[in-house]
Antibody, heavy 126, light 108 residues
Framework: EVQLVESGGGLVQPGGSLRVSCAAS????????MSWVRQAPGKGLEWVAN????????NYVDSVKGRFTISRDNALNSVSLQMTNLRAEDTAVYYC???????????????????WGKGTTVTVSS | DIQMTQSPSTLSASVGDSVTITCRAS??????LAWYQQKPGKPPKLLIY???TLETGVPSRFSGSGSGTEFTLTISSLQPDDFATYYC??????????FGQGTKVEIK
């Protein structure tokens, strides 16, 4: 069974740091882009970051650039999101997501998100 | 960035109704569009990708159509399990990926 299990969420003060992680199983982890998507309380979905299969390419939403770092360990089948200088507006459920690649104009790029973890809650508050 | 706009924001319907949700992109995205269903307290679930391809296991009462900038998700004969929030997402441009704001389908 394909599974993504997040961990590491919690309460952190503004300006603090937190690392959330995701353990993957049931598929060949190194074959897929991976991503983090978040959802603030009562709000919609917001893509946060993604990382290529070999870790050589990463992308971030503007609001987290310079503060968040996505990384992966293909030997351990895990992906992480290191979050620093956290703000109240980073409060959300953070979902780990598997990405299905697609081909556009001969280029293989990350496409849609086909498997989601249950999420881990990050609360930034004093 | 490609902006995605869904309408309506909320939709009230009865079991057995046919409902349609619209998603508009701020620029042409061909058919690089996915639809997700989310129930309260649960993660989103992929329903449709490439605008009209049903994910494995998704009931055939769900269908998607459209290309370019305008897309629709139709649920024919709404079932009790279908009351949820639905999101569209473009993946033509993967930095950033963008979602619509969501459409809540509630019981009339």
């Amino acid at each position: 069974e394909v599974q993504l299990v997040e961990s590491g969420g919690g309460l952190v003060q503004p300006g603090g740091s937190l690392r959330v992680s995701c353990a993957a199983s049931g598929f060949t982890f190194s074959h897929n882009w991976m991503s983090w998507v978040r959802q603030a309380p009562g709000k919609g979905l917001e893509w946060v970051a993604n990382i290529k299969q070999d870790g050589t390419q990463t992308n971030y939403v503007d609001s987290v650039k310079g503060r968040f770092t996505i990384s992966r360990d293909n030997a351990l089948n895990s992906v992480s999101l290191q979050m620093t200088n956290l703000r109240a507006e980073d409060t959300a459920v953070y979902y780990c997501v598997r990405v299905w690649s697609i081909t556009i104009y001969g280029m293989i790029i990350p496409g849609f998100m086909d498997v989601w973890g249950k999420g881990t809650t990050v609360t930034v508050s004093s | 960035d490609i902006q995605m706009t869904q309408s309506p924001s909320t939709l009230s319907a009865s079991v057995g109704d046919s409902v349609t949700i619209t998603c508009r992109a701020s620029q042409r995205i061909s058919n690089w569009l996915a639809w997700y269903q989310q129930k309260p307290g649960k993660p989103p679930k992929l329903l449709i990708y490439k605008a009209s391809t049903l994910e494995t296991g998704v009931p055939s009462r769900f269908s998607g159509s459209g290309s370019g900038t305008e897309f629709t998700l139709t649920i024919s004969s709404l079932q009790p399990d279908d009351f949820a929030t639905y999101y569209c997402q473009q993946y033509k441009d993967y930095s950033p990926w963008t979602f619509g704001q969501g459409t809540k389908v509630e019981i009339k």
